[in-house]
């Protein structure tokens, strides 16, 4: 789903960004291909609203489901990411 891709794209970004920070460069590592930080920062935010968004409650007057919460679908969609192993 669209909402574990947003988590696994949010965790590699920060990833990414780790490897920029000077107590990992210690490794000396130099990947044949770099992704400027400004970008790897600006694929990081977008990730993290995307994995935020689905928590904010809809305005008043509106119905994502009829029986259900708005929320459940992210408790969901992390349940099946994890369980999927």
């Known amino acids: 789903s669209s909402y574990s891709t947003a988590i696994i794209n949010?965790?590699?970004?920060i990833g990414l960004l780790l490897i920029y920070t000077?107590?990992?460069r210690i490794w000396d590592w130099n990947p044949p291909?770099?992704?400027?930080?400004a970008i790897i920062?600006?694929?990081c935010l977008s990730n993290v609203f995307?994995?935020?968004?689905?928590?904010i409650p809809p305005s008043n007057g509106s119905r994502v489901f009829e029986h259900l919460p708005y929320w459940v679908?992210?408790?969901?969609h992390?349940?099946?990411f994890v369980l999927d192993g």
């Open 73 to 76: 679908r992210t408790p969901t």
């Open 41 to 43: 920062v600006l694929f």
């Open 50 to 55: 995307l994995v935020i968004v689905p928590l």
């Open 22 to 24: 000077p107590s990992y």
């Open 10 to 13: 949010t965790l590699v970004s």
């Open 33 to 37: 291909f770099r992704a400027p930080k």
């Open 78 to 80: 992390s349940g099946v």
